[in-house]
């Protein structure tokens, strides 16, 4: 099993910023890729950005690239999710997210991030 906790979400005003953070637990030597994804209410869930194991390939969805910047620390066991120039329309609950060698998906519990106008 691998535990994912989120942090760093909160309240900020259009064009602020926030930086969240994604520690795992666990069997911690089964983590592969990581990612961020959100959830805005009444809409389903979407992929924000993602990142291999050793950080070298990165992908973002559109409406953050350029905004938004995934990062990882393996010997902190920690993914970073750094967003800048932060809009109204990003407001959801952000969950982290990995993938496993054993071919499975974990994901946190969410942390809500609200960006008001």
């Known amino acids: 099993q691998v535990h994912l906790v989120e942090s760093g979400g909160g309240l900020v005003q259009a064009g602020g910023s926030l930086r969240l953070s994604c520690t795992a637990s666990?069997?911690?030597?089964?983590?592969?890729?990581m990612g961020w994804y959100r959830q805005a209410p009444g809409k389903q869930r979407d992929m924000v950005a993602t990142i291999t194991r050793g950080g070298g390939r990165t992908n973002y969805a559109d409406s953050v690239k350029g905004r938004f910047t995934i990062s990882r620390d393996n010997a902190k066991n920690t993914v970073y999710l750094q967003m800048d120039s932060l809009k109204p329309e990003d407001t959801a609950v952000y969950y982290c997210?990995?993938?496993?060698?054993?071919?499975?998906?974990?994901w946190g519990q969410g942390t809500q991030v609200t960006v008001s106008s």
């Open positions: 666990g069997s911690i030597f089964r983590i592969n890729a």
């Open positions: 997210s990995c993938t496993s060698y054993g071919g499975y998906d974990y």
